[in-house]
C-alpha cells in the first residue's frame, strides 16, 4: 500500500527555520512530482513546492527564497527546508504524490505553528 507520513512540524518562532520530512511507502519519491501543500484555519489548500521526476523545482511566489523542498531516493523521503519563517506561514502542512492518470497520493499532515 502506497502510505504518505509527514513530520517535523512544531512551533518556532518569526525568523526561525523548521525542516519536515515526508517518509513514503509503497512508491519512489524519485519517480513521480513530489509537492508540499499547506492549509491555515478557514482557507484553501494551497501548493508550496513541487519537485518533479525531472527534478524540475517550483514554488508559490510567497516561499521564494525561505524554502527548499528536496529528496533523498536512498531514503525515499522527501524534505521541505523551511527558513525565515513568518506567522503567515502558520498551517498545516501536506506532503503530496501527483501520480497523473493514476491520481494523488497525501499524506496525514503536519502542524507548523509561526509564533512568538
Known amino acids: 500500500q502506497v502510505q504518505l507520513v509527514e513530520s517535523g512540524g512544531g512551533l518556532v518562532q518569526p525568523g526561525g527555520s523548521l525542516r519536515l520530512s515526508c517518509a513514503a511507502s509503497?512508491?519512489?519519491?524519485?519517480?513521480?512530482?513530489m509537492g508540499w501543500y499547506r492549509q491555515a484555519p478557514g482557507k484553501q489548500r494551497e501548493l508550496v513546492a513541487t519537485?518533479?521526476?525531472?527534478?524540475?523545482?517550483n514554488y508559490v511566489t510567497s516561499v521564494k527564497g525561505r524554502f527548499i523542498i528536496s529528496r533523498d531516493g536512498a531514503k525515499n523521503t522527501v524534505y521541505l527546508q523551511m527558513n525565515s519563517l513568518k506567522p503567515e506561514d502558520t498551517a498545516v502542512y501536506y506532503c503530496?504524490?501527483?501520480?497523473?492518470?493514476?491520481?494523488?497520493?497525501w499524506g496525514q499532515g503536519t502542524q507548523v505553528t509561526v509564533s512568538s
Open positions: 519537485v518533479s521526476s525531472g527534478a524540475t523545482i
Open positions: 503530496n504524490a501527483y501520480l497523473g492518470d493514476n491520481g494523488d497520493y
Open positions: 509503497g512508491i519512489d519519491v524519485s519517480m513521480f512530482r
